[in-house]
T-cell receptor
Framework: KNEVEQSPQNLTAQEGEFITINCSYS?????LHWLQQHPGGGIVSLFM???GKKKHGRLIATINIQEKHSSLHITASHPRDSAVYIC???????????FGTGTSLTVIP | DAGVIQSPRHEVTEMGQEVTLRCKPI?????LFWYRQTMMRGLELLIY????????DSGMPEDRFSAKMPNASFSTLKIQPSEPRDSAVYFC???????????FGPGTRLTVT
């Protein structure tokens, strides 16, 4: 059983499309994280959320605590957005992390 | 700041050898995390420290793995003896406080033959 589920697992989009990646979790959390991992392997933290919505450039992250669901949106997608996007949660009971399996995004020019 | 620094970036070793991975967190960060990433299991938290003290090591696979943080600017993850199934990318990350963002190092790609 996975505490964190992401969908879709793989996503291919045309440049300029609006993209949504979903994350659902089954445990009580203190925070939810969206991470980006490029083909070179480096991991960057995009957002940390405990409620509401955050925006950074073309990226928007939302969370619904009652429904235990978060979405990551990318507006006007670009080939440089191609990466694996990973959802992770910090448990409310401590600092333990649970990770989703990631969504592999490819944006075609 | 140079970010989280890990060394070596790549390590190839033979089964049975001792492997030591090193991490320097961002200065002023109170939390340090060690993760492992494999194709089969994705990202897993191995252990984390708060103010140099190990808080949760429940993710450490077995007694062959050990981690230390002798001071605020240095941590090691040791595998002795190493096995082929330990082959993975090992990431170190640091965080300023409980509510802060995590910053990841570039990772160490370990191959055990």
């Amino acid at each position: 059983k996975n505490e964190v589920e992401q969908s879709p697992q793989n996503l291919t989009a045309q440049e300029g499309e609006f993209i949504t990646i979903n994350c659902s979790y089954s445990v009580g959390i203190s925070a939810l994280h969206w991470l980006q991992q490029h083909p070179g392997g480096g991991i960057v933290s995009l957002f940390m959320l405990s409620s509401g919505k955050k925006k950074h450039g073309r990226l928007i992250a939302t969370i619904n605590i009652q429904e235990k669901h978060s979405s990551l949106h990318i507006t006007a997608s670009h080939p440089r957005d191609s990466a694996v996007y990973i959802c992770a949660v910090t448990l409310a009971t401590g600092n333990q992390f649970y990770f989703g399996t990631g969504t592999s995004l490819t944006v075609i020019p | 700041d140079a970010g989280v620094i890990q060394s070596p970036r790549h390590e190839v070793t033979e089964m049975g050898q001792e492997v030591t991975l090193r991490c320097k967190p961002i200065s002023g960060h109170d939390y340090l995390f060690w993760y492992r990433q494999t194709m089969m299991r994705g990202l897993e938290l191995l252990i984390y420290f708060n103010n140099n003290v190990p808080i949760d090591d429940s993710g450490m696979p077995e007694d062959r793995f050990s981690a230390k943080m002798p001071n605020a600017s240095f941590s090691t993850l040791k595998i002795q003896p190493s096995e082929p199934r330990d082959s993975a990318v090992y990431f170190c990350a640091s965080r300023k406080d409980r509510a802060g963002e995590q910053y990841f190092g570039p990772g160490t790609r370990l191959t055990v033959t």
